[in-house]
């Protein structure tokens, strides 16, 4: 039977598994969202912005481990999407955009909102394609959702121009795929599992980094045996939150440029690392030729292509984190290394992670820590980026796996509420607080009409600093206190939050924050509190430019600081 190529388009989604679309209708798009109330099956979610549905996609697969899907016009709206699908390249995160093209007869002569959406996205997917030939585009669908989904996940674009939409083919889904120039290598070499083994039986002071890897490829359980049977002390990258249970006596939290003083200290004297799922990003490592001076380092990763790139690696083992952790977990012996477990607990008691210092302002460490007491950890945190991403990832006990969704690699402020939206969807029995900032909050605070309109009970906290708070930091302690141009004028955001329908609260003392927080848990839609926090609050520890993750900043430790003024 014949079938257009929307409907082709739409059976196909339907074949794969897609329940939801986010997205925004244009010309280029016209024939696809007329054929959607075709197919009840596909929940379309109309967002204010393209950045919006390509964050909210991001989220939603976050928390499913199924793509997300975004769908766009062309040229501006194609370009609308870019910040997203980089963001989820980024942070290998599965996603398929599909995005309108002008028809093929005027591709290339500037038609009205033509862009090259393929050559543009071409450094930030992990394929993309152009279907010139709607009897190409069933296979193009799967093959697409294959790529997302399979290795090390990431986003795939489908560009499908306006005609081939419109017409007719046969439509046959492909049962098998044939694509000889991709293999994905899921099963660890076991000489080389042997060899990680005997290092990690030898080793007397160990440290797991555990990262995002471990989230994606759900090794909770794996990774908990692992640390567990030899006694290895488990840090953390930023989006390895959540991999490993924040409250287990072996967590180190979060390493890095603003890393706990314990997990910073741990891996700088580390004789091992055992490196799973992480890239070994500058933020995780701060200076990398001062970089765990002491390690012999193992690299559990899926993409060979992480290998060796910014640290040399002794032992490396290509697979898929569950099934290499599965075979080490046979390999390794029972161990205890007391010394070194008492050595991390004096670190611990030097640099406390989750210390609140007592003081008069509304601090945003307290408030995120009460969202964390008010919920017990049952709840899943969205956080855009800067400071706001910090204190969320410091002061929130992630004991729940993955319940840590945050922008990483590409650290787009904005991400924090469309994602929230995307992740409350795709997990709508969880409990969703968004932490934002006021200066990020505002670049898509448009998505507020679509909570509304979705009935997308998010719990916002807006960690409303009157600054752009994390460059402002920087601007203090690197550039001698010259803020240029990071102080804010903002909207009164309780009144921004109730023109679309959404209660809110204002809150500037300590004592009002509990109530608060309560209240919007009570309530069964959306809610949004804006905070009034101390305005030139800081996060601690810092690492400055240049230094080792030892020489960290706090205000303990002013010394770290001479001459970097």
């Known amino acids: 039977m014949k079938k257009t190529g929307a409907q082709i388009l ?8 897609v329940e939801v679309i986010f997205g925004i209708l244009g010309g280029a798009v016209l024939p696809i969202y007329d054929t959607f109330p075709q197919y009840p099956q596909l929940r379309h979610i109309l967002v204010r912005h393209e950045q919006g549905a390509a964050h909210a996609a991001d989220g939603y697969a976050r928390v499913t481990h199924k793509a997300g899907v975004c769908i766009a016009t062309s040229g501006p709206g194609a370009t609308n999407l870019v910040t997203g699908i980089a963001n989820a390249y980024m942070d290998s995160v599965p996603m398929v955009a599909i995005t309108g093209q002008v028809a093929t007869p005027v591709i290339g002569k500037d038609a009205f909102q033509e862009t090259d959406i393929t050559g543009i996205t071409i450094p930030i997917t992990k394929h993309n394609y152009l279907v010139t030939d709607v009897a190409e585009l069933a296979k193009t669908i799967k093959e697409a959702f294959h790529i997302a989904q399979t290795g090390r996940p990431g986003p795939v674009l489908i560009d499908i121009p306006r005609d081939v939409q419109q017409e007719q083919t046969d439509f046959v889904y492909p ?9 994905v290598v899921s099963r660890g070499h076991p000489a080389q599992i042997k060899k990680a083994a005997k290092l990690i039986n030898e080793a007397e002071q160990p ?16 990774l908990k045996e692992f640390a567990e049977k030899a006694q290895l002390p488990v840090a953390h990258t930023l989006l390895g939150l959540s991999s490993f249970p924040g409250n287990h006596i072996l967590d180190l939290g979060m ?23 992480m890239r070994f990003d500058d933020r995780a490592t701060a200076n990398t030729r001062e970089f765990a001076p002491h390690a012999r380092i193992i690299h559990i990763d ?3 292509a992480e290998i060796g790139k910014n640290v040399p690696t002794e032992v490396p083992v290509v697979g898929d984190v569950k099934s290499v952790l599965t075979a080490m977990n046979k390999e390794i012996e029972r161990r205890e290394h007391v010394d070194w477990l008492s050595q ?6 030097e640099h406390p992670s989750l210390e609140i210092r007592q003081s008069d302002e509304l601090l945003p460490q307290y408030i995120v820590h009460q969202i964390y007491e008010a919920t017990q950890g049952d709840a899943l945190v969205v956080s855009g980026v800067g400071q706001n991403q910090m204190w969320a990832a410091r002061y929130f006990v992630y004991t729940k796996p993955n319940s840590f969704i945050s922008g990483g690699g590409l650290g787009p402020m904005g991400f924090e509420l469309p994602a929230a939206m995307g992740v409350k969807v795709g997990r709508p029995e969880e409990v969703v607080w968004c932490v934002a900032g006021d200066g990020g909050f505002q670049m898509t605070i448009q ?11 998010v719990k916002i906290a807006i960690m409303n600093n009157g600054y752009l708070g994390m460059v402002r930091q920087w601007q203090e302690l690197f550039y001698g206190r010259r803020y240029v141009d990071t102080k804010l004028w903002n909207p009164d955001f309780v009144k921004v939050a109730e023109a679309y329908d959404i209660p809110g609260i204002r809150v500037k003392r300590r004592e009002e924050v509990i109530p608060a927080i309560q209240k919007a848990m009570e ?3 959306a809610f949004l509190i804006d905070f009034l926090i101390e305005p030139e609050e800081n996060i601690y520890p810092i690492v400055p430019p240049g230094e080792s993750l030892a020489r960290f900043f706090e205000p303990s430790r002013p010394e770290v600081l001479e001459g970097k003024i």
């Not at 739409?10 to 598994?17: D, F, P, R, T, V």
């Not at 390493?255 to 799922?277: F, P, S």
């Open 10 to 17: 739409c059976e196909s989604l339907i074949k794969e598994g």
């Open 175 to 183: 049962d098998k795929l044939d694509l000889p120039g991709y293999r």
């Open 207 to 222: 440290v797991i980094i555990a990262g995002r890897g471990i989230i994606i490829s759900q090794a909770y359980d794996e």
């Open 255 to 277: 390493l890095g440029m603003h890393g706990t003083g314990c997990a910073n200290m741990a891996v700088q004297e580390a004789d091992l690392l055992i490196a799973i799922g």
């Open 302 to 304: 899926i993409d060979p």
């Open 344 to 349: 991390i607990e004096q670190w611990r008691y």
């Open 447 to 457: 998505e507020l009409a679509t909570l509304t309109q979705e009935n997308i009970a």
């Open 523 to 525: 309530y069964p839609g």
